[in-house]
């Protein structure tokens, strides 16, 4: 049986594998890289890497067996981690080049960021940079994955397309960018997702991870 804090990382080829697993052995895991399913599904937590476009990663997952291991595992309530473009394909679809099934682990699809912000300038894509995250009007952060986090952390985002929740209780942090809202943090039971990198976020990215490794 896996300890409390194994993680295992999905590795279907697609993400920077060796910097999450190193941001993760920091935060205090013990890491495993698999790309087989039965392993996926037995694990005691695992994390959704991801860089790149969403249908060429779904196509990836699909044909390896590891989309229907990471929906089985997600249905135990078990820790389930998707970070950028691992967050997105958490969602139902994507319009990015096209429509695109993704696991529909989270109620909603995947947009383009708007061209034109909100201060009526056009928004330079891709949103690249440390932005502060928010927790979204009227929630806080207790009991999730950002439990104890300074509200205006800030985080490193890489990304041109971002998530749109279908259910307001499932966003549970955000950013501004070109005064758009950016949803930056999604959690529903155990499932959550970062469209930013925290292994790239320096010593906030570890605590998210280390609080990943207490859920």
């Known amino acids: 049986m896996a300890e409390a804090r194994d993680v295992t990382v999905v590795d279907y080829g697609i993400g920077n594998l060796l910097s999450v697993a190193r941001a993760l052995e920091h935060a205090g895991a013990r890491v495993t890289l698999s790309g087989a399913a039965a392993e996926i599904e037995r694990s005691a937590r695992v994390v959704l890497p991801g860089v790149g476009a969403f249908g060429r ?11 229907d291991a990471v929906i089985r ?11 950028c473009l691992g967050m997105q394909i ?5 319009e990015e080049f096209g ?9 909603g699809k995947v947009v383009a960021i708007p061209k034109i912000g909100g201060d009526g300038a056009p928004v330079k894509l891709p949103h690249v940079g440390w932005c502060p ?20 952390t800030a985080f490193y985002f890489v990304h041109w397309y971002e998530a749109a929740p279908a259910r307001a209780d499932d966003l549970i942090g955000e950013t501004e960018y070109h005064r758009l809202s950016i949803p ?21 990215g ?7 490794l207490s859920m």
Do not use: C, N, Y
């Not at 595992?73 to 970070?83: E, K, M, Y």
């Not at 995250?133 to 205006?152: F, M, N």
């Open 133 to 152: 995250v928010r927790p979204p009007a009227g929630h806080d952060w207790r009991d999730t994955i950002l439990d104890g986090a300074p509200e205006a």
């Open 57 to 67: 990663a779904m196509e990836v997952l699909r044909a390896q067996g590891l989309a």
């Open 184 to 204: 930056a943090v999604v959690q529903r039971d155990g499932i959550a997702g970062t469209q930013f990198h925290p292994e790239k976020s320096g010593p906030a």
């Open 90 to 94: 958490l969602f139902e679809e994507s």
């Open 73 to 83: 595992f997600a249905q135990t309530g078990r820790p389930l981690l998707g970070i």
């Open 99 to 107: 429509r695109h099934t993704g696991l529909g682990l989270v109620p």
């Open 206 to 212: 570890l605590r998210l991870l280390a609080r990943f």
